[in-house]
């Protein structure tokens, strides 16, 4: 009953398989005739490359590699950097396909760092994805984790939950090699969900595929089975090469186990012809290693032993290749992080140039502005100058009329001096000659009493009358204020000085200021010329002169001061 639901199911995807496939050529068949009428080469071109490659990817990895090459080829020529980052991305993930890790790897990587560039998201996160995927078939878990992470992060804030769920089913197929097979069924329930939402049947077809694998694990057959049904009958649809290949090898092992050996072997042989057809190796092996179990529970132990030799062989030749991929991987690693290093170096030194080039520009910026303030200072400066100029010479004209304004008031100050001067020395001459008269007419009458013996009355009488007038008060007085103008505040500073001094001492410092001489001095004074000379030596004690030091030049800087 089982092998002839298998084999009713069988024929069911055969047909699907004839009209999907039909569907999926007709499409490739669609794009080419457009490129073959589209002449112009063009970023549209590019497209439709890119496309057809796309197209290309599941059902016949070859045939993407070729027109990835010529979107590349094209992009390059017209410098189409999002051509090129997909061409890249195209190529890399048909690499991965083949089995050709190394330089998928690359291709990816280099599509990745133009949607960088180009500052693509969407794009960063898909070759991401692909990425971890490549990391996963080398069996570096935790790389692969960290890009499934990454593109995770960038599909969330883009709001892309189909590829979410994508790179979800892909870190279950970890965990499930890993044994975590609870935590597997969680992200592939996930992914379910989000997949038949958006109507995405391989993403589908590949969930149910990994939950076949997992309730395999569990030993759980009839579910395994149901799930690997339903992904064969959506793998047809989208012709996945691939998943196909892998669920006609799982379906051979829940027949296998549920001792369904005809259909096992069938199932299995299908999936050896197609892998063989695809060069899909590490299925060839799975194949191998189901066929020499069948063998043995089937009682045909020399064909067991031939698929296990066949299964040694090719797996000590995968062995060898894993090997030399992984060895491949960590050179092109060594290389990716000297080129990485290369970059850092550019970048930083792109940055030093930037700086300096900023730097330069700057320096630039400020001598033109410095040059700018000083142009504007110099001739604000000029024209300060030429105003101060003329001010100056407006100044020094002024300052040459206050000059000779000045000299003409100092000449009639002097002359006023002089005058004043001349005034003090005419009072000091009448002085002089009114006393002198005086004192001789004195001295006549001193001789005429002598000569009469006595003293007459009327003589006595003109005695005194010349005594009176040889000292008169009021005359010293206009004296005074006619020195005083010429000497001001004469008086006052040499009081200040010796408050001691009387008033004949004054008159002597008077007399004295106009250079007169002790006969002259007395004469005016109405002494002899012996007691002026007293009055002078007194005069001296009271200004506390020092031997040698002249009366007239003390008193001479007592005015000054």
């Given at each position: 009953m089982?092998q002839?639901?298998?084999?009713?199911?069988?024929?069911?995807?055969?047909?699907?398989?004839?009209?999907?496939?039909?569907?999926?050529n007709?499409?490739?068949?669609?794009?080419?005739?457009?490129?073959?009428?589209?002449f112009?080469?063009?970023?549209?071109?590019?497209?439709?490359?890119?496309?057809?490659?796309?197209?290309?990817?599941?059902?016949?990895?070859?045939?993407?590699?070729?027109?990835?090459?010529?979107?590349?080829?094209l992009?390059e020529?017209?410098?189409?950097?999002?051509?090129?980052?997909?061409?890249?991305?195209?190529?890399?993930?048909?690499?991965?396909?083949?089995?050709?890790?190394?330089?998928?790897?690359?291709?990816?990587?280099?599509?990745?760092?133009?949607?960088?560039?180009?500052?693509?998201?969407?794009?960063?996160?898909?070759t991401?994805?692909?990425?971890?995927?490549?990391?996963?078939?080398?069996?570096?878990?935790?790389?692969?984790?960290?890009?499934?992470?990454?593109?995770?992060?960038?599909?969330?804030?883009l709001?892309?939950?189909?590829?979410?769920?994508?790179?979800?089913?892909?870190?279950?197929?970890?965990?499930?090699?890993?044994?975590?097979?609870?935590?597997?069924?969680?992200?592939?329930?996930?992914?379910?969900?989000?997949?038949?939402?958006?109507?995405?049947?391989?993403?589908?077809?590949?969930?149910?595929?990994?939950?076949?694998?997992l309730?395999?694990?569990?030993?759980?057959?009839?579910?395994?089975?149901?799930?690997?049904?339903?992904?064969?009958?959506?793998?047809e649809?989208?012709?996945?090469?691939?998943?196909?290949?892998?669920?006609?090898i799982?379906?051979?092992?829940?027949?296998?186990?549920?001792?369904?050996?005809?259909?096992?072997?069938k199932?299995?042989?299908?999936?050896?012809?197609?892998?063989?057809?695809?060069?899909?190796?590490?299925?060839?092996?799975?194949?191998?290693?189901?066929?020499?179990?069948?063998?043995?529970?089937?009682?045909?132990?020399?064909?067991?032993?031939?698929?296990?030799?066949?299964?040694i062989?090719?797996?000590?030749?995968?062995?060898?290749?894993?090997?030399?991929?992984?060895?491949?991987?960590?050179?092109?690693e060594?290389?990716?992080?000297?080129?990485?290093?290369?970059?850092?170096?550019?970048?930083?030194?792109?940055?030093?140039?930037?700086?300096?080039?900023?730097m330069?520009?700057?320096?630039?910026?400020l001598?033109?502005?410095?040059?700018?303030?000083?142009?504007?200072?110099?001739?604000?400066?000029?024209?300060l100058?030429?105003?101060e100029?003329?001010?100056?010479?407006?100044?020094n004209?002024?300052?040459?009329?206050?000059l000779?304004?000045?000299?003409?008031?100092?000449?009639?100050l002097?002359?006023?001096?002089?005058?004043k001067?001349?005034?003090?020395?005419?009072?000091?001459?009448?002085?002089?000659?009114?006393?002198?008269?005086?004192?001789?007419?004195?001295?006549?009458?001193?001789?005429?009493?002598?000569?009469l013996?006595?003293?007459?009355?009327?003589?006595?009488?003109?005695?005194?009358?010349?005594?009176?007038?040889?000292?008169?008060?009021?005359?010293?007085?206009?004296?005074?204020?006619?020195?005083?103008?010429?000497?001001?505040?004469?008086?006052s500073?040499?009081?200040?000085?010796?408050?001691?001094?009387?008033?004949?001492?004054?008159?002597?410092?008077?007399?004295?200021?106009?250079?007169?001489?002790?006969?002259?001095?007395?004469?005016?004074?109405?002494?002899?010329?012996?007691s002026?000379k007293?009055?002078?030596?007194?005069?001296?004690?009271?200004?506390?002169?020092?031997?040698?030091?002249?009366?007239?030049?003390?008193?001479?800087?007592?005015?000054?001061?």
């Amino acid at each position: 009953m089982n092998q002839f639901i298998v084999s009713v199911f069988l024929g069911i995807l055969f047909v699907t398989h004839v009209g999907f496939a039909s569907d999926k050529n007709k499409k490739i068949d669609s794009l080419k005739n457009c490129l073959s009428s589209h002449f112009v080469e063009n970023s549209e071109k590019v497209d439709l490359l890119n496309e057809i490659g796309y197209e290309y990817w599941i059902i016949n990895p070859n045939e993407s590699v070729k027109y990835g090459n010529q979107a590349l080829e094209l992009s390059e020529q017209l410098n189409y950097k999002s051509g090129l980052a997909r061409s890249k991305r195209i190529i890399g993930v048909a690499h991965w396909a083949q089995g050709n890790l190394n330089s998928g790897l690359q291709y990816l990587m280099e599509s990745h760092e133009v949607y960088s560039n180009l500052k693509d998201a969407e794009g960063q996160a898909n070759t991401m994805l692909n990425i971890g995927m490549i990391y996963a078939d080398l069996d570096l878990y935790e790389m692969a984790f960290r890009n499934y992470n990454e593109a995770i992060n960038k599909f969330t804030s883009l709001n892309l939950n189909s590829r979410i769920a994508t790179a979800y089913t892909k870190m279950a197929g970890i965990f499930i090699n890993q044994g975590k097979l609870e935590e597997a069924k969680k992200y592939l329930l996930y992914s379910l969900e989000i997949h038949k939402q958006n109507n995405f049947k391989y993403g589908i077809a590949e969930v149910h595929s990994k939950l076949g694998s997992l309730y395999l694990k569990k030993n759980d057959t009839e579910l395994a089975y149901s799930h690997i049904q339903l992904s064969m009958l959506l793998g047809e649809q989208i012709l996945d090469i691939d998943g196909l290949i892998n669920n006609y090898i799982l379906l051979g092992r829940i027949n296998r186990i549920n001792n369904q050996l005809a259909v096992a072997n069938k199932d299995i042989n299908v999936a050896l012809s197609r892998a063989k057809e695809n060069h899909l190796k590490k299925y060839e092996l799975m194949a191998y290693d189901e066929l020499s179990q069948l063998k043995k529970l089937q009682g045909k132990p020399e064909e067991a032993l031939q698929y296990i030799h066949l299964y040694i062989k090719l797996k000590d030749s995968l062995f060898n290749i894993q090997k030399a991929k992984q060895i491949a991987y960590l050179e092109f690693e060594n290389q990716l992080q000297k080129k990485e290093r290369e970059v850092v170096m550019l970048k930083s030194k792109d940055r030093t140039d930037k700086l300096i080039k900023f730097m330069l520009f700057v320096v630039i910026v400020l001598i033109l502005l410095i040059t700018f303030i000083f142009y504007k200072n110099h001739k604000k400066n000029k024209e300060l100058l030429q105003k101060e100029q003329q001010l100056l010479g407006s100044k020094n004209e002024l300052a040459k009329h206050a000059l000779e304004n000045s000299k003409l008031k100092e000449k009639e100050l002097i002359q006023e001096l002089e005058f004043k001067n001349k005034e003090l020395t005419s009072y000091a001459i009448n002085f002089l000659q009114k006393n002198e008269i005086l004192q001789s007419i004195q001295d006549k009458v001193n001789l005429m009493e002598k000569k009469l013996g006595e003293a007459l009355p009327e003589l006595k009488q003109l005695k005194v009358t010349i005594r009176k007038y040889l000292s008169v008060d009021k005359e010293w007085e206009d004296f005074k204020i006619v020195f005083e103008k010429v000497h001001g505040n004469f008086y006052s500073k040499l009081l200040a000085r010796h408050p001691d001094l009387k008033a004949n001492d004054l008159k002597i410092c008077s007399l004295t200021m106009l250079n007169l001489n002790i006969k002259e001095t007395a004469g005016i004074m109405g002494i002899s010329p012996e007691s002026a000379k007293t009055a002078r030596y007194r005069l001296r004690k009271k200004l506390r002169l020092k031997p040698g030091q002249e009366i007239l030049n003390y008193l001479i800087e007592v005015e000054k001061s």
